[in-house]
């Protein structure tokens, strides 16, 4: 069974940046589609950014593109999140999941595992 962490969440004035990791254990994840998804108070969970399982192919939601770049690091089993131009909208829990082998989607319902999330708060 993989366990996954995130990380880098926080508060930060609107323009400000982050950047989210998520570190996976258990299971190396070489093979396996990864994304990035958020909820927000009141609001379904809502893909964010996914990678291929060899980096070369990502997606993003519209609201990210441009903004958000997503990436992994296989060697370190970890998949990150570069958020940009913040806005107090971002503001949500984000979470990362591992998708299907070979594999990349928008479908949150092709992710089978999910870390815990990590907060991020946008003040304008």
């Known amino acids: 069974q993989v366990q996954l962490v995130e990380s880098g969440g926080g508060l930060v004035q609107a323009g400000g940046s982050l950047r989210l990791s998520c570190a996976a254990s258990?299971?190396?994840?070489?093979?396996?589609?990864m994304g990035w998804h958020r909820q927000a108070p009141g609001m379904e969970r809502e893909f964010v950014a996914a990678?291929?399982?060899?980096?070369?192919?990502?997606y993003y939601a519209d609201f990210a593109k441009g903004r958000f770049t997503i990436s992994r690091d296989n060697a370190k089993n970890t998949v990150y999140l570069q958020m940009n131009s913040l806005k107090p909208e971002d503001t949500a829990v984000y979470y990362c999941?591992?998708?299907?082998?070979?594999?990349?989607?928008?479908?949150?319902?092709?992710?089978?595992?999910w870390g815990q999330g990590t907060q991020v708060t946008v003040s304008s």
């Open positions: 999941a591992v998708g299907r082998r070979f594999r990349i989607s928008i479908d949150l319902g092709e992710y089978d595992d």
């Open positions: 990678i291929s399982w060899s980096g070369s192919s990502t």
């Open positions: 258990g299971r190396s994840l070489s093979s396996y589609g």
